[in-house]
Nanobody, 115 residues
């Protein structure tokens, strides 16, 4: 059984910063990809950023240069530093963990950016 526990998020003014973290526990294959996705009201869930256990990263164009994803493999934890936040970044942010044929999700954490 794999569990993902997210923390962080909240309310911030436009131009501000927030950080998210997600700790995974359970039977986790060492070679995996962790990441963040988000879903705004009335929209589909979309990729924000991913990072492999080897450190390769991938970002959505909308967050490049503003968000930074990182991870601590020893702690099975992934982080998302969000700077220069915009109102359009408002969404529920979900942590993900993928390895082999398995795909796990966190419960989601709300990020609200006021204008």
């Amino acid at each position: 059984q794999v569990q993902l526990v997210e923390s962080g998020g909240g309310l911030v003014q436009a131009g501000g910063s927030l950080s998210l973290s997600c700790a995974a526990s359970g039977n986790i294959f060492s070679r995996n990809t962790m990441g963040w996705y988000r879903q705004a009201p009335g929209k589909q869930r979309e990729l924000v950023a991913t990072i492999t256990s080897g450190g390769s990263t991938n970002y959505a164009d909308s967050v490049k240069g503003r968000f930074t994803i990182s991870r601590d493999n020893a702690k099975n934890t992934v982080y998302l530093q969000m700077n220069s936040l915009k109102p359009e970044d408002t969404a529920v942010y979900y942590c993900s963990l993928k390895f082999m044929m398995y795909d796990y999700w966190g419960q989601g954490t709300q990020v609200t950016v006021s204008s």
